[in-house]
């Protein structure tokens, strides 16, 4: 499974990037309005880092806004992947865009019908937010299931890409489903490398290094 980052925070991606933890990146608007630049500056500055498919979205509602918005963003390096909302007018933009040569990421899937249409559509990944299901008490695992399933069943080469991820067990639920890809926030990825009984047995060692006056420098 790739490890998409999601943020526009550029420390986290530099620091992540290094250990090779990082993919892609996604964003969207709400992310960059925390990071508080500029969309078209930041996420240039995203992909000076990472060679992988970066998720820059569209701010538009209609068809036309949205391709031309995406088409300026698609110049700001060719590793750009164009984020279109799951609408009608998303879908039109996912079509011409990807009949263009630009990967699109066509996000805010809820359900396994949507899902549908953007691979037919032509969509290099397709975003179903777990966490937003799993807010209102739908399991948002069981979507990534399913869409796995009719992927498979048709070999659609759209990349199931899982967002919406707000814990380590969601990346390790999704792994084992077998999504292509899960962006998660910095904070999650190193959440994965916690376990209670590493800080115990740690902590266990250490006692004994203390003890024994062990040095290796
Ligand atoms: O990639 C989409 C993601 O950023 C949404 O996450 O936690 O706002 O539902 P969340």
Not at 25 to 40: E, H
Not at 176 to 194: F, H, L, Q, R, Y
């Amino acid at each position: 499974m790739k490890f998409f980052v999601d943020t526009a925070e550029i420390d986290a991606i530099k620091e992540l990037h290094a250990l090779g933890m990082v993919d892609g990146v996604t964003t969207n608007p709400s992310l960059i309005a925390k990071s508080g630049r500029d969309i078209l500056e930041v996420t240039r500055e995203i992909c000076d880092i990472v060679d992988g498919p970066v998720s820059a979205e569209v701010v538009a509602l209609d068809a036309d806004t949205m391709l031309a918005e995406g088409r300026k963003l698609a110049k700001i390096a060719d590793n750009i992947a164009v984020k279109v909302p799951l609408t009608w007018a998303g879908l039109q933009t996912c079509k011409a865009l990807s009949d263009e040569g630009t990967m699109v990421n066509v996000t805010l899937c809820f359900s396994a019908n949507q899902a549908l249409l953007a691979a037919k559509a032509g969509a290099t990944f397709i975003s179903p937010f777990i966490g937003r299901l799993d807010d209102i008490n739908i399991d948002g695992l069981e979507l990534i299931e399913d869409i796995r399933t009719i992927y498979d069943n048709y070999g659609f080469d759209t990349q199931i890409l899982a967002a919406s991820i707000r814990n380590a067990n969601h990346m390790s639920e999704c792994a084992k489903i077998g999504a292509d890809v899960a962006t998660a926030p910095p904070g999650v990825i190193k959440a994965m490398a916690n376990h209670v009984l590493t800080d115990k047995g740690l902590a266990g060692f250490m006692a004994d290094v203390e003890k024994a006056g062990i040095k290796i420098l």
